[in-house]
T-cell receptor, first 113, second 114 residues
Framework: DADVTQTPRNRITKTGKRIMLECSQTKGHDRMYWYRQDPGLGLRLIYYSFDVKDINKGEISDGYSVSRQAQAKFSLSLESAIPNQTALYFCATRGQGEGQPQHFGDGTRLSIL | AQSVAQPEDQVNVAEGNPLTVKCTYSVSGNPYLFWYVQYPNRGLQFLLKYITGDNLVKGSYGFEAEFNKSQTSFHLKKPSALVSDSALYFC????????????FGTGTRLLVSP
């Protein structure tokens, strides 16, 4: 079983709809992250969370919100989806300790028509 | 502000030849540097990291990277490429904070031909 699981893996929806992407992890990590990947732009940070009581905006948080329901679960919401939010979305986790790498889920491919 | 540059969109190499994927960075303070690989329909997989110490770091699948502070570079290398190494490679940098806000390069596609 994957350590970082993202659902759904693919989603097609219409402009204006509310969408939730979910991430759960079995690694026991306290730090969780949401990124979006666009061709030619690499990955950009949307939100990150230190623990269930700590949520922080990343570089491109406008139009997105998050919820950390438990240490193992971190959801990303698009309240009113727009076409330029079409992208590949990744969740990542990281454990404590200097220089620990981030561990990524397999992503959600989101298309907004 | 942190930034990473991967100057090549694509690198082509024949199987068995050495490969290099380039990365340069800009950061205030001491950098933490990472390489990740992405295969189709998969998330990023960690390859190796530089935190401190020896400038040559070894990672998974026979990859290694050399940290060069004066040139602010962290190039990924492998002595003998395999067709299965074909993938998208990302370099990333952060500074020493608890959150580890990674800044990624735009990625380099490596194509290894038989």
């Amino acid at each position: 079983d994957a350590d970082v699981t993202q659902t759904p893996r693919n989603r097609i929806t219409k402009t204006g709809k509310r969408i939730m992407l979910e991430c759960s992890q079995t690694k026991g990590h306290d730090r969780m992250y949401w990124y979006r990947q666009d061709p030619g732009l690499g990955l950009r940070l949307i939100y990150y969370s230190f623990d269930v009581k700590d949520i922080n905006k990343g570089e491109i948080s406008d139009g997105y919100s998050v919820s950390r329901q438990a240490q193992a679960k971190f959801s990303l919401s698009l309240e009113s989806a727009i076409p330029n939010q079409t992208a590949l979305y990744f969740c990542a986790t990281r454990g404590q300790g200097e220089g620990q790498p981030q561990h990524f889920g397999d992503g959600t491919r989101l298309s907004i028509l | 502000a942190q930034s990473v540059a991967q100057p090549e969109d694509q690198v082509n190499v024949a199987e068995g030849n050495p490969l290099t994927v380039k990365c340069t960075y800009s950061v205030s303070g001491n950098p933490y540097l990472f390489w990740y690989v992405q295969y189709p329909n998969r998330g990023l997989q960690f390859l190796l990291k530089y935190i401190t110490g020896d400038n040559l770091v070894k990672g998974s699948y026979g990859f290694e990277a050399e940290f060069n502070k004066s040139q602010t570079s962290f190039h990924l290398k492998k002595p003998s490429a395999l067709v299965s190494d074909s993938a998208l490679y990302f370099c990333a940098v952060s500074v020493n904070t608890g959150f580890q806000k990674l800044v990624f390069g735009t990625g380099t596609r490596l194509l290894v031909s038989p």
